[in-house]
C-alpha cells in the first residue's frame, strides 16, 4: 500500500504562484511514476504533469508555467505553478504507479494509488 498526501493549495489571483506537494509513505519503490493530475467542476480528471526518474511530461495547457520535481530522500514530489490562470483551477491530485507504463502522457486510470487533493482557486 501506498499512502499521499497533497498541501499546497489554496486561493490565489491571476498571475500568482502556487506551490504543491506530495508526501508519498508506505510501500514505496525506488523507481515510480509519479502525477499530478487535476479535476475541475463538471470535467474530465486530467494528467497535467509526470514524472519517472527525472523525466517529466506536461500537459500543453501547463507547459511553461507548471514544473514537477521529486525529492527522493523525502519521498516527496512537488508542482511548482506560475502565472496562474482561472482555467488553472480545480481538484488537484497526486497518484503513484510503478512503471513507466502509462506515464508520458499520463493515463490517469492506470494509476492505482490517489491522494484526497488539493484545492487550487484562481480568481481572474
Known amino acids: 500500500q501506498v499512502h499521499l498526501v497533497e498541501s499546497g493549495g489554496g486561493s490565489v489571483q491571476a498571475g500568482g504562484s502556487l506551490r504543491l506537494s506530495c508526501a508519498a509513505s508506505?510501500?514505496?519503490?525506488?523507481?515510480?511514476?509519479m502525477v499530478w493530475s487535476r479535476q475541475a467542476p463538471g470535467k474530465e480528471r486530467e494528467g497535467v504533469a509526470s514524472?519517472?526518474?527525472?523525466?517529466?511530461y506536461y500537459a500543453d495547457s501547463v507547459k511553461g508555467r507548471f514544473t514537477i520535481s521529486q525529492d527522493n530522500a523525502k519521498n516527496t514530489v512537488y508542482l511548482q505553478m506560475n502565472s496562474l490562470k482561472p482555467e488553472d483551477t480545480g481538484m488537484y491530485y497526486c497518484?503513484?504507479?510503478?512503471?513507466?507504463?502509462?506515464?508520458?502522457?499520463?493515463?490517469?486510470?492506470?494509476?492505482?494509488?490517489w491522494g484526497q487533493g488539493t484545492q487550487v482557486t484562481v480568481s481572474s
Open positions: 497518484a503513484y504507479r510503478v512503471s513507466s507504463t502509462w506515464c508520458f502522457p499520463p493515463r490517469v486510470g492506470a494509476f492505482s494509488y
Open positions: 508506505g510501500n514505496t519503490g525506488s523507481s515510480a511514476c
Open positions: 514524472i519517472y526518474i527525472g523525466s517529466t
